[in-house]
């Protein structure tokens, strides 16, 4: 185990650096009902425009990355949250549950979510895949369209089957505190090797972060997903940059990225740029 590791860690920050695989030129967009999937070469990325432009897939060959909804109606694939959870729990509608408007322009996916005067936010997904190594480029804008000053994080949330994660540490705050059996820290990367599934109640670790990276190790697919990196002063309150949450029974797990809290006046948005790749 140890072995698979280091070796999985040295994949993980090779594959950040350079381009790790070829790729034929071949990338397209498709349509079936509301999933629309963005493909090049084995790898597919599929977004639901009806299920509040959710992320349901990624995979490389028959190889599938996230959770699909057996595990849970809603919590399941890939979405955007807003942040901080004790200010936006539950998750607005249009944000997360509420079809989104799809556009392609080009090689770019874009998802437009509903007005909404309850929320006063709006939101604008794009996804373009990148042909030097079929990374998954996404591209996500929060807008305040209230009449009121609004502070919020952007919240990234992927969930996935148990397996091996792992990821750098930030700074020693208090914020770092974790529940979840099995975690632990060694040499400066926080590993969790899922273990059991026996779990009667959710578990939640809470962590600052290193260098804007996290990693997912299941099904013989190594999952980074690369995200701002910040600091301990930029994040939202009672939350890690990087998260983890293990659902009842291990039934899935949850790889959890905040963005920097930022105070937005009426019209202001923010952007948050993420990246998938195996």
Known sequence: LNAL??????????????????IRN???????DDIYTLSLGDISFSVSSEKGGRIISFKRGSRELLATDIVHPLYYGSTLWLSPQSDYWPQYPNVDKLPYRAEIQNDVFRLISQSDSLSGIHIIKEFSLSEKDASVLIS??????????????????ARVFGGLSFFPVGEDIEINKSDVEGAYEKNGIMWYPFTNGLNEKGQKLFSTAHGGWLAHYYNNLLFVKCFPDIIP????????EAEIYVAPKGIYLELENHGKYTELLPRQSIQYKSLFKF
Do not use: H
Not at 233 to 240: A, I, S, T
């Open 5 to 22: 590791r280091v070796s999985i860690t040295i994949s993980c920050l090779f594959c950040l650096l350079v381009s790790c695989i070829s």
């Open 26 to 32: 071949d990338k397209k967009i498709t349509r079936q």
């Open 140 to 157: 996500y804008t929060i807008e305040n369209t209230s009449g009121q000053r609004k502070k919020l994080a952007p919240w990234d949330v």
């Open 233 to 240: 002063d930029e994040m939202p309150l009672g939350q890690g």
